[in-house]
Structures are given as structure tokens and as C-alpha cells.
């Protein structure tokens, strides 16, 4: 199975609700991501979500995962043109470690 191609966005959320994560492509989307608790009611036992999941960090590394990908994809080709580094040809197996986990290969 390949991924939903990109760009994707953040879709609008409500502060405490979660957020979904959509393909401009295929106009659908592709991921919901809930809310993150900041904290626990110590009364009621129930999350306490500070921040709006809409900016949270991992939201945006999420919606940025297609275009992750195809630098990495890109960058494999500059890295197979000289390998006569050692750090190079270890970056080259680590993205394509990484690249190969993403296409449902092996890691």
C-alpha cells in the first residue's frame, strides 16, 4: 500500500477536540490526531488539554511527512554519487533504512 500523496495540512480543530490532517491531493484526510493532555484532574481522573492540538509539534512534523519523504528519496541519489565518506555512506543506509520502512519494507 503507498501513502496518500501530499501536500498535507492541518485541518482546523477545536481546542481540545483533536485534528485531523488532510491530503490537498486527494482531498480527504488522512489522519486524526487527538488532543494531548497537559495534565490530570486529580477530582475527576479526566485529561486536562492545554494546548490546541492544531499547534502542537508533532501535528506539523506529521503534515510535513510527504515532503519528508521525497527529500529523502531525492537526497539518496547525492549520497550514491560519492560515497568515499564514511558519515555519507552511513546517512545513505540510514535514509534508506528509514525510506524502506515507510514503502512496507523491512527496517
Same mark, same amino acid.
Given at each position: %500500500? =503507498? !501513502?496518500?500523496? +501530499? &501536500? ?10 483533536? #485534528?485531523?490532517?488532510?491530503? $490537498?491531493?486527494?482531498?480527504?484526510? /488522512?489522519?486524526? /490526531?487527538? &488532543?494531548? &493532555?497537559? *495534565? ?5 481522573? =479526566?485529561?486536562? /488539554?492545554? $494546548?490546541?492540538?492544531? $499547534?502542537?509539534?508533532? %501535528? =506539523?512534523?506529521?503534515? #510535513? *511527512?510527504?515532503?519528508? !519523504? ?7 541519489? !547525492?549520497?550514491? @554519487? ?6 555519507? #555512506?552511513? %546517512?545513505? +543506509?540510514?535514509?534508506? @533504512?528509514?525510506?524502506? =520502512?515507510?514503502?512496507?519494507? *523491512? #527496517?
Amino acid at each position: %500500500m =503507498r !501513502y496518500t500523496k +501530499g &501536500p498535507w495540512v492541518i485541518g482546523s480543530s477545536v481546542e481540545g477536540e483533536g #485534528a485531523h490532517i488532510f491530503s $490537498e491531493t486527494a482531498r480527504r484526510s /488522512v489522519a486524526w /490526531v487527538a &488532543p494531548w &493532555p497537559s *495534565a490530570i484532574d486529580e477530582e475527576t481522573g =479526566r485529561a486536562i /488539554v492545554a $494546548e490546541d492540538t492544531h $499547534e502542537h509539534p508533532d %501535528m =506539523r512534523l506529521i503534515a #510535513a *511527512a510527504p515532503e519528508l !519523504y521525497a527529500a529523502l528519496r531525492e537526497m539518496t541519489f !547525492y549520497f550514491s @554519487a560519492d560515497l568515499s565518506s564514511p558519515l555519507a #555512506a552511513e %546517512m545513505r +543506509g540510514r535514509v534508506l @533504512a528509514a525510506l524502506s =520502512r515507510v514503502d512496507g519494507g *523491512a #527496517a
